[in-house]
């Protein structure tokens, strides 16, 4: 097994006096796609936004690369190379679908890079090249997804973090959506750490799953192996199939 | 910059440069209030209209920059145009120390703080505060400005030096507008926890902002000091950080020629009506009302405020014209 290229140790996060992570540790591997499962309230986008930097743990630590990232602001992470795209999207509406993209490699300077993730991810999500000059706000909902990751995926990360990509969205959008993340996976071996609410098309893209419930880690084991566990299926995959 | 833009404001210079040779000296020197009215208010376009950072305490800035040239120029004989840098400099670096640690509020709560801001800013005046500020009375005989040997007294020798500098600014704010720094404060505004995730400093720029508006704040304080000659804290009270509040809002926040225009209005319109005499700034209030309710984005919004509507009709077609395109047809491999 290579390094991890993120490692998370012990991570606790607090919101006010109430702590929300009670020790969380996970490893994700390069080229690897882990997803956290769980229900509402479990602290998957806890961990994920602690793992950006826009929460602060508590206790604990993050190393990306082997080195203690949990010490470094949000902004200077997505320079280290890990980049999110947001719960709820969080596109800029009243922006072009091109400003927003350009605004995801804003820690870049080397200009032909840049146009090369344009064209990257024009090419993953071609009707965003179709509404390049479309005000964000005016895209459905699928779209400003794609736009989001789109725009996570300008910042050139090594690490890839979605937060429930699916949300509200129509099943068939879900499907490209996931089909897009698998592509860029197995094409230029991007690291993802997904969060999802729907453990069945979640499992189906990631290699490895981790399943919290209320603040800590309460299994973790391969994609398939999870799918077919029965705690698993009864619980998040809606009984057996 | 769009020739349209380009035009309007050749048209404005042309007008402005020629002002004097048809008015008198009394609607000169309206003009002069206007220019300096206008380069506040792109001082606080910055921080209100750029950052989107509700500041009502401008004033704050513009009275550190106006008693910094008062003080110099009385006390030390520096000529008054030469402590127009140090008067935005040292507007700039009050301003750095007093918003540092409030940057992190929002909306309401900064507007709050930075009234608070303004108030003790006035006050520390009145009370002379290091013993320089002269107290209630303010500081008396400022030296008149002179530039290229010629001294600069007459409204319209201020109309020119004014405009000269609002010019400049309009130029340089433009620029600034395009620039990375511009779009940092954008995004900023549009969204911070979206921008801080995708990589911009937000504390950082937002201090910027908050820096460069008051160093533009106090470098129009220099120019106040030296026309009017005397200064005093009544002149940087809470009144004058609302008028400015008030330009940006009304000419369109973020829009440099919205902010333009509304500098215009907000200090021209009271003249305009002085023939209803006592009842001018009624009439002036209620103007202000209408207009916002009419027009609630400002009279020149920024660009994309203004197609919006043109942009969903557009995207409606387009998409109605699409269907039954799914997207997943789009993205397969």
């Not at chain 2, 009145?126 to 008396?140: K, P």
């Not at chain 2, 400049?168 to 704010?173: D, H, Q, S």
């Not at chain 2, 609302?242 to 330009?247: D, Y």
């Not at chain 2, 319109?269 to 309710?293: D, N, Q, S």
Request: positive net charge; glycine residues 10%; aromatic residues 8%.
């Amino acid at each position: 097994m290579p390094e991890p290229i993120l490692e998370i140790r012990d991570l606790r996060v607090k919101y006010g006096n109430v702590e929300a992570l009670h020790g969380v540790d996970l490893a994700v591997h390069p080229g690897e796609i882990v997803t956290i499962l769980g229900a509402n309230g479990a602290g998957k986008s806890t961990t994920l936004r602690a793992i950006s930097g826009l929460l602060q743990p508590s206790a604990g630590e993050i190393r990306f690369e082997g080195r203690p990232a949990h010490t470094v602001p949000a902004h200077e992470r997505v320079r280290l190379g890990i980049a999110q795209s947001p719960e709820g999207r969080r596109v800029f509406g009243t922006l072009t679908v091109r400003e927003n993209l350009l605004l995801g490699a804003f820690t870049r300077k080397d200009k032909p890079g840049i146009a090369d993730s344009l064209a990257f991810v024009y090419r993953l999500f071609p009707v965003l090249q179709q509404r390049r000059d479309q005000l964000a706000g005016t895209l459905s909902g699928g779209e400003q997804q794609m736009l989001a990751i789109g725009r996570a995926l300008m910042a050139r990360p090594r690490v890839l973090l979605l937060d429930e990509p699916s949300l509200g969205l129509a099943p068939l959008l879900v499907k490209a959506i996931f089909h897009a993340i698998r592509e860029v996976n197995q094409t230029t071996g991007l690291t993802v750490l997904l969060v999802e609410q729907n453990a069945r098309a979640a499992l189906k893209l990631a290699h490895r799953g981790y399943v919290m419930e209320v603040g800590r880690i309460v299994l973790h084991d391969s994609a398939q192996a999870l799918a077919a566990d029965p705690k698993v299926q009864s619980a998040y995959l809606g009984g057996r199939k | 910059m769009d020739r349209k833009l380009l035009a309007a404001y050749g048209a404005a210079a042309l007008l402005l440069a020629l002002a004097p040779r048809f008015l008198d000296a009394y609607w000169v020197d309206v003009l002069d209030n206007v220019g300096l009215y206008a380069l506040l208010a792109l001082s606080l376009n910055l921080i209100l209209g750029d950052a989107g950072l509700f500041n009502m305490g401008q004033a704050a800035f513009y009275a550190v920059g106006a008693y910094t040239a008062a003080i110099l120029s009385t006390r030390l004989g520096l000529p008054v145009l030469y402590a127009l840098p140090l008067a935005g400099l040292a507007a700039a670096a009050f301003a750095a120390v007093v918003a540092r640690p409030v940057l992190h509020l929002r909306g309401d709560y900064l507007l709050i703080v930075t009234v608070g801001l303004g108030e003790i800013v006035r006050i520390a005046l009145v009370n002379d505060v290091f013993g320089l500020t002269g107290g209630a009375n303010g500081i008396f005989g400022i030296p008149r400005p002179i530039l290229f040997g010629h001294k600069v007294k007459r409204p319209e020798d201020f109309l020119y030096l004014i405009w000269g500098f609002v010019a400049v600014t309009v130029f340089l704010f433009h620029r600034l507008e395009q620039s990375r720094f511009g779009r940092a404060l954008n995004y900023l505004r549009e969204d911070p926890v979206a921008a801080e995730g995708s990589g911009v400093d937000t504390v950082r720029y937002k201090l910027m902002a908050f820096v460069l508006g008051a160093a533009w704040a106090g470098m129009a304080g220099s120019i106040y000091a030296a026309k009017m000659t005397i200064i005093s804290p009544e002149s940087f009270g809470f009144w004058e950080s609302v008028i400015l509040f008030l330009i940006v809002i009304l000419g369109g926040s973020g829009s440099i020629p919205g902010v333009l225009l509304g500098a215009a209005l907000v200090v021209g319109l009271p003249e305009l009506f002085r023939g209803f005499a006592t009842a001018r700034m009624l009439v002036f209030g209620l103007v202000m009302m209408v207009m916002m309710v009419v027009r609630r984005q400002g009279l020149l919004p920024l660009r994309r405020v203004r197609f919006k509507a043109a942009d969903v009709a557009r995207a409606e077609r387009e998409r109605a014209a699409a269907r039954p395109a799914p997207a997943r047809a789009e993205v397969s491999p």
